[in-house]
């Protein structure tokens, strides 16, 4: 369930139809929408699964960044995670 700031509430387990009502109140989950949009497109399913993945690649990236790890090196680290996953 969700409530705008127009007090309109939204009832839903559509992955989609969240993200797409959260990023009109505010606009950084657009990745996560366009990750949920081409999951559907292309697999039809496992929409939960990929916000799931998703959410936790950035906690974890915050917590690297605040420890001081740089971004560029965190997306390297999850570029080589990326090639070994596809062995």
Do not use: C, F, W
């Not at 705008?4 to 989609?16: F, L």
Request: no cysteine; proline share 3%; aromatic share 2%.
């Amino acid at each position: 369930m969700l409530v705008d700031d127009s007090g309109d509430v939204t009832i839903t387990n559509d992955d989609v139809t969240i993200l797409k009502i959260l990023i009109s109140m505010r606009p950084q989950p657009q990745v996560l929408v366009e990750l949920v949009e081409l999951q559907d497109r292309e697999v039809g399913d496992g929409t939960t699964s990929v916000v799931i993945v998703a959410a936790e690649l950035v906690k974890r990236a915050n917590d690297l960044v605040r420890n001081k790890i740089h971004p560029t090196s965190i997306i390297g680290g999850y570029r080589i995670a990326s090639r070994e996953a596809h062995r």
